[in-house]
T-cell receptor
Framework: AQRVTQPEKLLSVFKGAPVELKCNYS??????LFWYVQYSRQRLQLLLR??SRESIKGFTADLNKGETSFHLKKPFAQEEDSAMYYC???????????FGQGTRLTINP | EAGVAQSPRYKIIEKRQSVAFWCNPI?????LYWYQQILGQGPKLLIQ????????DSQLPKDRFSAERLKGVDSTLKIQPAKLEDSAVYLC??????????FGPGTRLLVL
């Protein structure tokens, strides 16, 4: 069974501080992992995907197969990073996304 | 390009009533998804269409939910009859292949 766990429902950090949003997954094969973000009053949108290995808006995420994790990191948080963040998994050969419960990130000035 | 369109944006009904949601995907996107997002949870896939064919409806409660995409473009999702636990945001998404999904604004349903 595919499962995505985001252990923190709420995360609050100060502007300029590092931020890490945790994501752990359960899947027996080779998954594709994604981070989606929903800013206030906006649609859910893709932030980044592990196969791209790119940094978007200063965020990075590394797939750690040993720890079955895909944590999202940013060294210096900005106020505009405040949003709801969802980790999602797509199984090998599968098409559907399985989402975690989400983490609401608040950046304090 | 225009994004995924959904209507209505909000709907309040009483239990046992029927409701229908409409989605118009991005032009040219072959794959269309309907998700249910209950408050405090992540989106859960209800049904996935490839053109006008169903790819995955394993999590669709078929005794009360139905969906169609007759011409392979826009789609409707229906609930009949609604239950209190159907209160949620219903999200439609589309993708050109099975890669990045583009989400609509959602329809917020409240069942009283």
């Amino acid at each position: 069974a595919q499962r995505v766990t985001q252990p923190e429902k709420l995360l609050s950090v100060f502007k300029g501080a590092p931020v890490e949003l945790k994501c752990n997954y359960s899947y027996s094969g080779s998954p594709e992992l994604f981070w989606y973000v929903q800013y206030s009053r906006q649609r859910l949108q893709l932030l980044l995907r592990h196969i791209s290995r790119e940094s978007i808006k200063g965020f990075t995420a590394d797939l750690n197969k040993g720890e079955t994790s895909f944590h999202l990191k940013k060294p210096f948080a900005q106020e505009e990073d405040s949003a709801m963040y969802y980790c999602a998994l797509k199984g090998q050969g599968a098409q559907k996304l399985v989402f975690g419960q989400g983490t609401r990130l608040t950046i304090n000035p | 390009e225009a994004g995924v369109a959904q209507s209505p944006r909000y709907k309040i009904i009483e239990k046992r009533q029927s409701v229908a949601f409409w989605c118009n995907p991005i032009s040219g996107h072959a794959t269309l998804y309907w998700y249910q997002q209950i408050l405090g949870q992540g989106p859960k896939l209800l049904i996935q269409f490839q053109n006008n064919g169903v790819v995955d409806d394993s999590q669709l409660p078929k005794d009360r939910f139905s969906a169609e995409r007759l011409k392979g473009v826009d789609s409707t999702l229906k609930i009949q009859p609604a239950k209190l636990e159907d209160s949620a945001v219903y999200l439609c998404a589309s993708s050109p292949t099975q890669e990045t999904q583009y989400f609509g604004p959602g329809t917020r349903l409240l069942v009283l």
